[in-house]
């Protein structure tokens, strides 16, 4: 018998991903759509989070951004695991990949998962297309509002730096950034201007 991976803690013990609770302020729902495009994109493409690159051609199929980003760390440095296969591609056309993954370790010490693939070009390019599209990521919901105040408060820097104020805009479009005088605002939408002679008054 295949003995189960358990992880405990604060007396909650896991066997399996779904044994873990959804976090109550999670503040992003998927429809079912979404997470049936979602299902389909595990199904024929795998992980595609951290560094994805391709030896076929020899590009980066996921992660572009964040390599910008990161453009001075040493590739060479990837520890990578043994090399491995698994079954990709759609559901009729599954194929064979040959496949590796590692980590980079940057300077602050964090580490970023890498995989290595060998994929043709149009399987690369739905992937890419699969890994950036909107349509099977969630959406967020009003309740990320609360949650952005609070970040906004107790953590105000970090706040700024991921420029959480502007989700904040997308949820609640007429939101006062912490700190800012909501009557002030208010006050001025409520001003009106004279049809005769342009005056702006508050009624």
């Known amino acids: 018998m295949t003995k189960r991976t358990t992880i405990s803690g604060n007396g909650h013990t896991a066997t399996a991903l779904g044994d873990f609770a959804d976090a109550p302020f999670n503040p992003r729902v998927m429809d079912d759509p979404a997470r049936a495009g979602l299902e389909a994109s595990i199904v024929a493409f795998g992980d595609l989070s951290g560094f994805v690159m391709n030896r076929h051609g ?43 993954d590692g980590h980079v370790t940057v300077p602050s010490g964090s580490r970023f998962h890498v995989r290595e693939v060998e994929w043709d070009e149009v399987f690369e390019k739905a992937a890419n297309v699969a890994a950036n599209s909107p349509h099977i990521a969630g959406r967020f919901t009003e309740g990320l509002a609360p949650i952005l105040v609070e970040l906004e408060t107790e953590l105000p820097e970090l706040s700024a730096s991921l420029r959480l104020g502007e989700l904040r805009a997308d949820v609640m479009p007429d939101f006062a950034p912490v700190g800012e005088d909501e009557q002030g605002r208010l ?3 409520a001003k009106v201007a004279c049809p005769e002679c342009g005056h702006e008054f508050t009624p």
């Open 58 to 100: 020899g590009r980066v199929i996921c992660g572009h951004q964040r390599r910008t980003v990161l453009a001075q760390v040493d590739l060479s440095a990837i520890a990578w695991g043994k090399p491995y296969t698994c079954e990709i591609g759609a559901t009729n056309a599954r194929f064979t990949s040959h496949e590796r």
């Open 187 to 189: 006050d001025e939408k």
